[in-house]
C-alpha cells in the first residue's frame, strides 16, 4: 500500500504564496504521473497541476503562471509552490498518485491539506 504525505498548508492572504509538498512512501519514479488536486466547498474536486515521470508539467487555466509544479525522486517528493494566491484558491489540496497498468490504472491519494486565502 502506497502512503502519500501532504504538508505545507496553511492561511496567507491574497498575493502570498504557499508551497505544499507530497511526500510518498516510495519512489514516485514507480508512478506515471503525480498530480495536485484540490476542493473547495460544495464543489467538486478539480485537477490543478499534474508532472509525469518524464518530468512533463500541465496546470489547469486558472493557476497557470501562478502555480508550479515539480519533483525530487531522491526525496520521493512532489511539490506545488503557489504564488499570487488568490481567495478563489482556497480549498483542500491533494497529492495524487497515478500508476497505470495496462488499461486500467492505480491511484493514491493522500488525505489532503488546508489551504486558506484571505484578507
Known amino acids: 500500500q502506497v502512503q502519500l504525505v501532504e504538508s505545507g498548508g496553511g492561511s496567507v492572504q491574497p498575493g502570498g504564496s504557499l508551497r505544499l509538498s507530497c511526500t510518498a512512501s516510495r519512489n514516485i519514479f514507480f508512478f506515471d504521473r503525480m498530480v495536485w488536486g484540490r476542493q473547495a466547498p460544495g464543489k467538486q474536486r478539480e485537477l490543478v497541476a499534474t508532472i509525469t515521470s518524464s518530468g512533463y508539467t500541465g496546470y489547469a487555466d486558472s493557476v497557470k503562471g501562478r502555480f508550479t509544479i515539480s519533483r525530487d525522486d531522491a526525496k520521493n517528493t512532489v511539490s506545488l509552490q503557489m504564488d499570487n494566491l488568490r481567495p478563489e484558491d482556497t480549498a483542500v489540496y491533494y497529492c495524487?498518485?497515478?500508476?497505470?497498468?495496462?488499461?486500467?490504472?492505480?491511484?493514491?491519494w493522500g488525505q489532503g491539506t488546508q489551504v486558506t486565502v484571505s484578507s
Open positions: 495524487n498518485a497515478i500508476r497505470v497498468i495496462g488499461s486500467r490504472s492505480d491511484d493514491y
